[in-house]
């Protein structure tokens, strides 16, 4: 039964997978809400200006969890400062890319991934691992900007890109405004869209996360270097 379910999941990049994750139930498989501010939204030359995150447990966000930190970088901040904020000043302060990867890297492989737009966050966790030769590591991703676009479709509406963005994904379910374009507070807000959506979808309270698998939400994705 359970190769049976590996061999339906949508998996990223058709990749296979054995971890444990995918068939853990729903309710009480270990989250973790990731957010990055970058430089642009080009992966392979974006610089991370900040990052957020918050773990919980299924239906429930750990606040304790919370962590946000500013990123050191010599590179041009493009539009940033204007989007996000964050001034060549503000970063001066912040941490080292290295140090924060060193820092986040041992919970990809004990949590599911929560992200909006998540090709943003998994295409500059790929491109980490490759900067500083990490081991491999399978990332299990949630993207609730898709799960929103399944929703919708399955409503019999349809949206272009645009109408997807968190802060609008949000307001279709009446949830507050938060802050926009700060990692914590994106991480955050992703979470508790998925629990607004994790709600709408209805799902068994022992429903495995493969229960996603038809929405194209669920990805599960292979990066860094292989053992040998």
């Known amino acids: 039964m359970i190769n049976w379910i590996r061999e339906m999941l949508h998996l990223g990049n058709h990749e296979h997978s054995d971890d444990e994750r995918i068939i853990s139930p ?13 430089t642009s939204l080009n992966t392979e030359r974006a610089h991370i200006t900040s990052v957020g995150w918050v773990a919980g447990t299924g239906g429930r966000i750990e606040p304790r969890t919370s962590f946000y930190t500013t990123v050191k970088t010599d590179q041009s901040l493009e539009q940033s400062p ?34 909006h737009h998540a090709s943003l966050e998994v295409g500059l966790l790929n491109r980490l691992t490759r900067r500083f030769q990490l081991c491999e590591t399978t990332l299990v991703v949630v993207d609730t900007m898709q ?7 399955k409503q019999g509406s349809t949206h272009p890109q645009t109408m997807l963005t968190l802060d609008k994904c949000r307001k279709r379910y ?8 700060d990692a914590l507070c994106d991480a955050q807000a992703c979470y508790e869209l998925w629990l607004a959506q994790l709600s709408e979808l209805g799902v068994p309270v022992d429903a495995p996360v493969t229960a996603l698998s038809h929405t194209g939400a669920l990805t599960v994705k292979k990066i860094g270097k292989k053992r040998v």
């Open 82 to 115: 204007v989007i996000h904020g964050l001034t060549d000043a503000v970063l001066e302060s912040g941490s080292k890319v290295s140090d924060v990867t060193k820092r986040l890297f041992p919970l990809l492989g004990v949590h599911i991934l929560l992200c």
């Open 147 to 153: 799960l929103a676009r399944y929703l919708l479709k």
């Open 174 to 181: 009446k949830l507050p405004d938060t802050p926009l374009h």
């Open 26 to 38: 729903l309710l009480t498989a270990k989250m973790l809400a990731l957010d990055f501010e970058l």
